[in-house]
Each structure stands twice: as C-alpha cells, then as structure tokens.
C-alpha cells in the first residue's frame, strides 16, 4: 500500500539531516512569505468561528436531551479536535508546504504515479466548498458550504440588520457580492486580506466574549422574561439513543473544524514548523474556553424548550431575553461580520489547494491554474473556489439537495483524515530518511483523532432510527455512495489519461519541473514515445 520509492514528494532541499528547511520557491520568490504568527492563528480562527456556535447548540441540545450531555458534547468535540492538530502538526513539520492533505497524500502512496494526485483533485475540485451544518429552521436556504454557504448567511443577516427582507434572489445577490469581495481583496491584495481577517477574527472573539457576559447577566437573573433553571437539573432528559448522541457528536465536531486551516499554506508562513506548532493549539484552547463559555450563557438566558423549538440563533434569543427584541436586530449584523471572516479564510486556504493541484500539472492549462501573478497570490485557483460557489449560490435548490451537498462534502474528508493519521502510524514502524520521529503521546493522539474519523465515515452506512434519517425522499447512505463516487472519478480519470490513453497511443507519460515567470516551480508532463 505505502511505497518506499521517492517520487519527489518536496521540492524543498534537504540538508544533511533530510530535514526539508529551504524551500526552493522562497529562494527564488523570497517575498512569499507574508503570514505571521499573529495572522496563522487568526486563519485558524475565522474557518472554526463561523456561525455554528451561535447556532448549532440547538440541535445538539435536542438529540442529546440535556443540558450537562451538551455541554459534555462539547468537551468531547474539544478532545478530538486537539487530537486532530497534533495530526496536522505532525504533517505541517514533515512537509511545511502548501497543499496540505494533497501533500501528505502524495507522500504516503508513492505507486502507483499520479494515482493518488488524481484521486484528491476529484475531490480537491468537485467538492472543494467545505461542508458546514446549518440548524436554523426559519432561513430560506440551507448552507451548502463555508464559502458559499456563509455568503449566503452573509446576505442573510445583513438584510436583516437592514431591516430588508431577505427573498431568494436579493439574497442570492448579496452573497454574489461578498464571495466576490473575498476573491477580489484575498487575490489582488494579500497583505489587506490578511488584515481585514485578522480585524475580523479579533471581532468575533469579541462577540463571543460578549456573549458569555451576557450570559452572567443572565445568571444574575437581569432578564426581561422569568429565569430559566437549566443547571439546577442539568442531566435531565439525557437522551439514551447512540444514534443520537452520534449525530450530536458529528454536529460538535464539525463546529470545531478549521484547525487544519494554516496548513494549507505554509509555504507563505514565516518559520512554518515553530508556527505551526503553536499557531494551531494556541486557536483551539482559545475557541473551546469561548465555545463552552458561550454555551453556558445560552443554557442561563433560555430555557431547554426555548432553545429546541425557537427555530432562531439561539445566540439571539439569549439577546432577546436579556436585552429585549430591538437586540435581535442588532445581533443579526454580527452574525453577517462573523460570516464574512469565515467566507475570507474559506477561500483563502481553498484558492491555495487549487493552485498546488495545478503545480502539479495533472490539470488541463495547469499552468494558468498553479500561477501566482499578477498580485504575487494564487487568484486563479482563488477564482475557481469562487466559480463553484457561486454554482452552489445561484444553482442548487433548497430542499434535500442542500443537505445531500454538505454531506456528501464532508464524508471524504473524513475518509482522509482517518488516512493520513493511521499513516503517521505506517511511518512510525517503516520510516524514511526525511520523516521525524513521531513521541508516543503524539501517536496516541493520532490513533484517537483517526478512529473518530473511521467512525464518521462507517456510521452514515448504518441505518439510523425512525424519524431521524437525513433525507426526506432519498436513501439514508445517499451521501456515502457519492462520496466514494467522487474519488472513484479521479481514479477513471486516472486510469484512462495515465494508463489507457499511454498504451493506445504508444508513449509514456514522463513529469518534469519548470519555473514560471512568477518565480514558482511548477509539473509540467511530456509524452515520450516508446
């Protein structure tokens, strides 16, 4: 399964330890690297902080049933997203690059050539909007993505903050608008992008901290309606179904994704290992004392019933109960600043995935794709994220099509994320010349994060209860099934440019590096007659 053979895996250049410290594109572009520690902690923080934890608490407090599961939930969802960065971590050392889960895929399956680069380009390319769960009842849309999903949360609150009625197509106009927006300021103008993130992470943290003093002004029962008494019977109603407290589990955990988001590009991080290695739980001990916090404040300003049945954020019925109903108003041009800052580190860290897929020149017009000019940033992998969202905005109707989106989004990625963390496990017992010694803490975090992952994959082919299937006229595993559908395209694609194609046509598919006049090396494959 895992080859020894080298194909090149880092265009970096070893030094006599085989650790990758020079990268050849920073020799030749010594500017590329633009991102702080500062800045990688706030990437970091706007794709995990995006409108989920003043949303998501709701569902996760119905399938669990009560209020000290839910909030243990929480805990849970903490835990395994910190396994999941010593994963990334790891990987982020090995190979301080951009590209992420491309890379570490590629180092791992060597054989046979460009299988592997095939297969996550499918992905990479046809599901490339990162999933994301939407819970509010009363929206006209439900989100298909972070990118193009809080764009239309975007467009949503921020009508509402004006007073304007959201309809479908003012709406879909108004997330056109900040999808655009991002593209144009992260694509022409990278130092004012990371600006406006990094002003934008600093105001959501705001936000949250203002949520949860909220909350103890609840607590000092400062109220317009009666006080609820959530924490005095607070296992109350636990919900004994482990289906449930599974789709409460998968709800957490996807609040907590995002983490992984600096690793896709490392090449523009100064000293990418040393920030990695703290850029990455330095965000999430931050964001699980705020997402925690934050749920105490709602469980204090609004009682169980509220919460489950209000069919709203239920970050604006705390605002509501505490402050009274012209706050809700207000509340609404938050939610559209967070959504905002989640769209901009979405297409920021996707743009940079889709340019390494075109580096790699297994792309057709690779080399428009995998270039950096004119502004010194990747605009044209940033402008096909942007293009496949804006199919997903203008596009997709609501109904079970949004929801078969998110999932069918987030399953592979979850087949990945078991992938790569069980292959630190294969190079722990079989390493090579370049790959670090892995301690045994680390590993353990390793095989928790991969099991997790290996469970969120398994369960959505199991049936789930009476009442609780994820499609109102499509089967159960609909979502599964198209999840390996879409790998099973880069593998025909694959199979067809790099194996048949070669042998009816007598010639061998041969890969070489050449540098673009934007300083970058890039693939370029030549056919060579046999």
């Not at 396994?83 to 060597?110: D, H």
């Not at 054989?111 to 490339?128: E, R, Y």
């Not at 000293?271 to 469980?299: C, E, M, Q, S, W």
């Not at 694609?493 to 790099?498: D, L, M, Q, S, T």
Request: aromatic share 14%.
């Amino acid at each position: 399964m895992f080859s020894e053979d080298s194909v090149g895996a880092s265009r970096g250049v070893e030094d006599k330890d085989h650790d990758v410290d020079l990268d050849v594109d920073e020799m030749r572009n010594p500017k590329r690297r633009q991102i702080g520690l500062v800045s990688a902690v706030f990437i970091i923080f706007n794709r995990m902080i995006g409108t989920g934890v003043f949303a998501t608490p709701s569902t996760i407090l119905s399938l669990s049933g009560s209020v000290g599961l839910s909030l243990f939930m929480w805990v849970i969802g903490a835990i395994i997203a910190a396994a999941g960065m010593q994963v990334y971590i790891v990987w982020g050392t090995a190979l301080p690059k951009n590209g992420g889960e491309k890379n570490y895929l590629e180092y791992l399956f060597r054989k046979p050539k460009f299988l592997i680069t095939s297969v996550f380009a499918a992905n990479g390319l046809l599901l490339g909007i990162s999933g994301y769960r939407k819970v509010e009842t009363f929206l006209i849309y439900a989100v298909l993505a972070w990118a193009a999903g809080n764009s239309l949360v975007f467009g949503e609150y921020i009508l509402l903050a004006a007073n304007v009625e959201p309809r479908r197509w003012t709406l879909r106009l108004v997330g056109f608008a900040c999808i655009t927006f991002a593209l144009l300021i992260h694509g022409t103008a990278l130092k004012w992008g990371l600006r406006l993130q990094n002003f934008l992470g600093i105001v959501k943290i705001i936000i949250l901290i203002f949520v949860i003093i909220t909350g103890f002004v609840a607590l000092g029962g400062h109220m317009k309606v009666d006080k609820p008494r959530n924490f005095s019977r607070a296992f109350e109603g636990t919900t004994a179904s482990a289906s449930s407290f599974c789709l409460s589990l998968y709800n957490v955990i996807w609040s907590y994704m995002g983490f992984s988001n600096v690793n896709y590009a490392l090449s523009e991080v100064k000293d990418p290992k040393r920030t990695v290695r703290i850029a990455g739980p330095l965000a999430i001990a931050v964001v699980t004392v705020l997402y925690l916090l934050a749920n105490v404040a709602y469980f204090a300003g609004a009682s169980k019933e509220e919460i489950t049945s209000s069919g709203r954020l239920v970050a604006a019925l705390l605002f509501r109960n505490v402050y009274g109903a012209k706050a809700e108003r207000a509340f609404s041009a938050i939610v559209a600043l967070s959504a905002l800052g989640n769209v901009l580190a979405v297409i920021f860290s996707h743009g940079r995935v889709n340019q390494e897929l075109g580096r790699e020149g297994i792309l057709p017009f690779s080399k428009f794709w995998g270039s950096n000019r004119p502004f010194n940033a990747p605009l044209a992998g940033l402008a096909f994220h942007w293009a496949i969202c804006l199919i997903v905005i203008f596009a997709l109707p609501p109904g079970d099509a949004y929801s078969f989106v998110i999932n069918v989004i987030s399953y592979p990625l979850s087949v990945i994320n078991a992938t790569i963390s069980f292959g630190i496990f294969y190079l722990a017992v079989r390493p090579r010349p370049d790959w670090p010694r892995v301690g045994t803490s680390v590993l353990l975090a390793v095989a928790f994060f991969g099991t997790a992952n290996i469970f969120l994959f398994v369960i959505p082919l199991t049936k789930p209860p009476l009442g609780e299937e994820p499609y109102v006229s499509m089967p159960y595993w609909t979502h599964a099934v198209a999840g390996w559908a879409v790998f099973g395209i880069g593998f025909l694609y694959w199979v067809i440019w790099a194996q048949i194609l070669p042998r009816v046509g007598r010639y061998e598919v041969a890969r070489s590096e050449e540098v673009g006049k934007d300083g970058l090396s890039r693939h370029t494959f030549k056919r060579i007659p046999l």
